[in-house]
């Protein structure tokens, strides 16, 4: 069975800087997708970044570029999003997902929320001074 857990969530102040990770478990494979969604307060859940299992090609959106970065450690099984500069509208709680890399897309392609099946719970990022 597919575990995913998310930590690292806290109050970051703008201009800040936060690293969340994210650990899953439980795939039979070695290569899996890792995604942060995010959901702010009345909004839609959205995706934030995914890294692919096969290559870590990475896929950010456009709202992050340059300030979120997303990594993958497999000798720990661990994807961390560093978290910088933070703007208050990026406060939301942040999902990790995971699902088993189908190399056929590109990761842009992947990086879609329904397409994740193994979710964790989510962790907390208030943005404020």
Request: aromatic content about 10%.
């Amino acid at each position: 069975q597919v575990q995913v857990v998310e930590s690292g969530g806290g109050l970051v102040q703008p201009g800040g800087s936060l690293r969340l990770s994210c650990v899953a478990s439980g795939f039979t494979s070695d290569h899996y997708d890792i995604g942060w969604f995010r959901q702010a307060p009345g909004k839609e859940r959205e995706r934030v970044s995914c890294i692919s299992g096969s290559d870590e090609d990475t896929y950010y959106v456009d709202s992050v570029k340059g300030r979120f970065t997303i990594a993958r450690d497999d000798a720990k099984n661990t994807v961390y999003l560093q978290m910088n500069s933070p703007n208050p509208e990026a406060q939301a709680v942040y999902y990790c997902a995971a699902e088993q890399t189908h190399p056929a897309e590109t990761i842009q392609a992947r990086c879609v929320l329904a397409d994740f099946v193994s979710w964790g719970q989510g962790t907390q990022v208030p943005v404020s001074s």
